[in-house]
């Protein structure tokens, strides 16, 4: 047998083979030349510091959430990214109580603030017998994050007001006294190259950035900053630079968890301080619809809507574990994190600019030689025996 048909025998044996050896080659040339962000170290990334949740309504004195309903009266307790709350029946009664968010989302055109420190820990023996002085070094920046809730009520004429004889009305249902329970899940959103022993994240301060008020008719038809929905609508926070207190558990105290993370700066952090969630809420002083009869004979009717939109601010807290000999001084260096933007697109486009700027033809060129040899004989084995065979041939002469 001829070295040309050995040669493209072998090819169609192993073309499976080879054009997986050739993508395999492809993603490990571009994940080691960075031009696609991995995150093979560190903490996972992503947008979202804190992951916030309906999950409870403090309504007429009772709890209602979705393990929780008083009598087993509600039509409607639907909890969680998004709210509908209905107390009573599903078409007379109280209107639906709804809320919905946008995810807190780092700002990345912020410059997070840095703080760092160390704490002597004293001298120790390592394992290995070397003795030396232990410090822990810690990393706190506070991020700053916007987050977007909307609440309104819907519901049937019959819930906008009960009305008498002669179409007078006599109710008008208010959630007046009503809280609403958001729970707060920490999200590692930020990573370290170098991986801290312990890493901490913690909402320091929520403060109400805007408000809008809006209405809805009868018709669904939207009236932005309508006049009527300052006797419709009164809350906890409705001004811009009020703070939502936040606590540790639903019904608690509230914690001023920013003056406390600061004041562990030059000293051991104390991890009770960090939870796997908190709570912060929403206090409804008036929440009610507008019910009216023109010339006693013309119902109408308006229901009242609020976008509240908020500064969060993050802290993250890295710990690290560092070993000096006697008398050597620490060095605090800043360990820094690292922040997904949320724009894939930009980040390859600058990781390509970036590589190509390093030299990274002249390794392209060296790999497209390779993946083009792979493929023809993957894909043409007949072309590379005759490639086989005329090298031979050369050889010979």
Request: glycine share 8%; proline share 6%.
């Amino acid at each position: 047998m001829s070295l040309a048909d050995r040669v493209r025998g072998w090819a169609s044996e192993n073309r499976r083979w080879l054009v997986a050896v050739a993508l395999g080659l492809i993603l490990l040339y571009v994940w080691r030349s960075g031009i696609i962000p991995m995150s093979e170290i560190g903490y996972l990334t992503g947008t979202q510091g804190l992951q916030a949740e309906f999950a409870a309504v403090y309504f007429n004195r009772s709890w209602y959430s979705a393990t929780e309903a008083p009598n087993g009266r509600a039509s409607k307790l639907s909890f969680g990214y998004e709210m509908v709350f209905d107390p009573d029946d599903a078409f007379d009664g109280y209107p639906d109580l709804c809320a919905t968010q946008q995810p807190m989302l780092v700002d990345a055109d912020a410059q997070p603030t840095h703080y760092s420190w160390s704490v002597d820990k004293g001298v120790v023996t390592l394992p290995n017998g070397t003795v030396a002085r232990k410090y822990y070094q810690f990393e706190m920046w506070r991020y700053r994050l916007t987050w977007r809730v909307n609440i309104w009520l819907s519901g049937t004429e019959q819930e906008s007001a009960d009305w008498t004889v002669f179409n007078i009305i006599t109710n008008v249902p208010d959630y007046g006294g009503t809280q609403i329970w958001i729970r707060l899940v920490p999200k590692n959103f930020v990573y370290f190259k170098d991986n801290p022993d312990e890493l901490y994240i913690a909402p320091a301060y929520i403060g109400l950035n805007a408000i809008e008020y809006a209405t809805y008719d009868k018709n669904k038809q939207m009236i932005v900053n309508d006049p009527d929905a300052a006797s419709m609508i009164d809350l906890i926070p409705k001004a811009r630079g009020e703070t939502l207190g936040i606590y540790y558990a639903r019904g608690g105290a509230p914690t001023n968890l920013e003056d406390r993370l600061l004041s562990y700066r030059g000293v051991e952090l104390d991890p009770q301080v960090f939870r796997n969630e908190y709570w912060i809420k929403i206090e409804l002083l008036r929440f009610a619809p507008k019910s009216w009869f023109d010339y006693q004979i013309w119902h109408n009717w308006k229901y009242p809507s609020v976008q509240l939109e908020f500064t969060v601010y993050v802290f993250v807290v890295g710990r690290w574990t560092v070993y000096l000999r006697e008398g050597e001084v620490p060095s605090l260096e800043p360990h820094t994190p690292i922040t997904q933007t949320g724009n894939p697109i930009a980040d390859f486009f600058g990781g390509l600019a970036d590589w190509w700027a390093r030299g990274g033809w002249a390794v392209t060129s060296l790999l497209l030689v390779l993946v083009g040899v792979i493929a023809v004989a993957a894909l043409a084995p007949g072309l590379l025996a005759a490639l086989a065979a005329g090298l031979a041939g050369r050889g010979r002469r």
